[in-house]
């Protein structure tokens, strides 16, 4: 857990998300010059008058028939083989539709019910299967309507009937400071997109909803392709003709009505703006461009940058999901990963952004996901830790005396939980995040809850501490940051206030080791202080060995003479002796 920041106020003041690591200065040098458009969606794109709230997902969706059912497409080419298409077909494309065919369906659209985190992870993590957190016959409506809306309210008439199963309670819960109250969170159903040659999933409880015609698929397996590509192209836009109707421009097959969509996405943070003067690229954030049960995931590359493999309907949505392989940004609520709907029928509303898409959006949603990111794809030495089924980080939206809690159990796997403290200081968040993940590293060091729970709290909070200082400043270096001078703590990690008088289980004690600044000068109390750039392995065997003051002092002594002298390391331990001498 970490508490209240009491370092200097000098650090600046930072609004925006940054994902994800990054090399130097000059790759940023395309957005130095012009801030991108915030991306906005037009209320008056899509109407809400039937909106109702989905409480998984904690967002408004709207009714809108699914284009891929089997049905629908078979209904479509009876249409274009009996001449009734709206279109305006080329004769080499009608002869295509002279037979009637007998489409086969190339998926199901299943309702899975998990009974557990385990069950919802095992389908979440499936590499052939497309997941879903809301029907395929509803879209979300995008952030701006339901913040510009003055009639959508929540109440009895306006949820979505939850059809949920299961729910999950955890009894055993705890965090440093001991046991907490158990939590109880209803399963989501998962709506998946299971291919028709896959085993259907008869260990897990499901149903199926009805046959899919994907024409991707069938497209991929040339040999089993009843028509060419472009002939594919006009049954789907006849499906999605069908099912949308006036919601569709109705176009000559001479104009394109799918599409593939390159960009980038960036964040805007200001202490990356005052100090490096650049635009944050995002990496590793899925994007996901969706219609009814047909699905387009993507991740953006290293720069931000993203390019579709395939063309896309111009009447997609798109939007993101805070998921990755080894981690997922829920809601405190739920299991589902935060997943938001930014522009609907893209065909019509990307030329307004031209790919270039700027996120400004809720905390602390994206400064999870960005030290998430670090913490498993940056350039550093801390060990990471990870489930092979991943870390769920509850973004809290409210406040709390803690800025963020790790909480494990003997039984289940432990999560995270970033509360909405800071929201105008997200290098503070970033901290937090890293220093809770820091926790996850110490928790794994230690081979789990038996011996995690048995360490000091000083020991433990102050590792935290020390991850998250450590990560925080690489994370900042590898924007192209520097710092000008050994006292800034970016991420407020650093406890440099911290005193031998203190009750405070949060101290320096090892950042001390590693970092520059002499504590000694913030009063302290700190004899002399000029230890400094002790490698991570010392901190590591500590981590792994070390649960009470003892044993943690008895390895800083042994290294005495290799990393520092006897008079520069007992002018440290000495104010733990007083500390530990005087606190619990």
């Known amino acids: 857990m970490q508490r209240k920041l009491t370092t200097q106020s000098y650090i600046a003041l930072t609004y925006m998300l940054v994902l994800g690591m990054w090399g130097c200065t000059d790759q940023f040098q395309n957005f130095e010059k012009e801030t991108p458009p915030k991306l906005e969606q037009s209320i008056e794109t899509v109407s809400y008058k039937d909106a109702v709230f989905h409480e998984a997902t904690e967002s408004w969706i709207q009714p809108q028939k699914d284009p891929y059912t089997l049905e629908n497409f078979q209904r479509a080419y009876e249409n274009l083989s009996s001449g009734n298409s709206v279109q305006t077909l080329t004769r080499s494309v009608t002869e295509e539709f002279t037979g009637l065919q007998q489409l086969e369906a190339t998926h199901y659209a299943l309702k899975i019910y998990p009974k557990n985190e385990k069950e919802q992870w095992k389908v979440e993590l499936m590499e052939d299967v497309k997941v879903a957190y809301l029907p395929f016959d509803y879209v979300q409506l995008s952030e701006d309507i339901v913040k510009n809306s003055t009639e959508l309210t929540i109440s009895e008439a306006t949820l979505y ?104 996405v960036t964040g805007y943070d200001y202490f990356a703006m005052d100090n490096m003067g650049i635009f944050i690229p995002i990496p590793n954030l899925k994007l996901r461009f969706q219609l009814g049960s047909s699905i387009w995931d993507i991740y953006t590359q290293s720069d931000g940058n993203f390019s579709t493999i395939s063309d896309i309907p111009d009447a997609a949505s798109f939007g993101y999901i805070l998921q ?177 008088g203190s009750t405070s289980h949060y101290s320096p004690l090892f950042v001390d080791l590693i970092d520059d600044y002499d504590q000694s000068i913030a009063g302290t109390q700190y004899i002399f202080d000029a230890v400094s750039n002790v490698p991570h392995s010392v901190i590591a065997r500590i981590a792994r060995e070390a649960t009470n003051w003892t044993t943690c002092r008895s390895i800083l002594e042994g290294y005495t003479g290799v990393y520092y002298t006897e008079y520069q390391i007992n002018s440290i331990l000495g104010i733990y002796n007083f500390w530990f001498a005087n606190n619990n």
């Open 161 to 264: 009937p939850d059809e949920s199963r299961y729910t999950v309670t955890y009894d055993d819960l705890e965090t440093i400071e001991g046991p907490v109250e158990p939590e109880t969170y209803v399963m989501p159903v998962l709506y998946v997109v299971w291919p028709i040659d896959k085993p259907l999933p008869h260990d897990l409880d499901y149903e199926v909803d009805y046959e899919v015609f994907l024409p991707q698929s069938v497209t991929q397996m040339r040999s089993a392709s009843l028509l060419s590509e472009h002939a594919m192209q006009v049954l789907e836009n006849e499906a999605i003709q069908l099912t949308l109707g006036s919601l569709m421009q109705t176009k000559a097959t001479t104009r394109s009505t799918s599409q593939t969509y390159t960009g980038i």
């Open 324 to 500: 990755h392989a080894r981690w997922k940004i829920t809601s405190e609520s739920s299991t589902a990963p935060i997943s938001k709907t930014l522009l609907y029928q893209v065909g019509a509303t990307w030329p307004m952004y031209n790919g270039n898409i700027d996120l400004r959006a809720s905390y602390p949603c994206f400064t999870s996901h960005c030290a998430a990111n670090f913490y498993y794809h940056g350039l550093h030495e801390l060990t990471r830790y990870y489930y092979s089924d991943g870390i769920r980080i509850r973004a809290s939206s409210n406040a709390n005396s803690a800025n963020g809690m790790f909480t494990f159990s003997k039984s289940s796997p432990a999560y995270i939980t970033i509360y909405n403290n800071n929201a105008q200081n997200t290098n503070y968040q970033i901290g937090t995040v890293l220093h809770e993940l820091g926790h996850l590293t110490h928790f794994g060091t230690r081979g789990g809850y038996d011996n995690y729970r048995t360490v000091h709290d000083l020991i433990a909070e102050s590792y935290g501490s020390y991850a998250g200082w450590y990560l925080g400043e690489r994370y900042y270096f590898f924007l192209g940051y520097a710092k000008p001078f050994p006292a800034l703590d970016p991420t407020g990690q650093g406890r440099q206030l911290w005193t031998m």
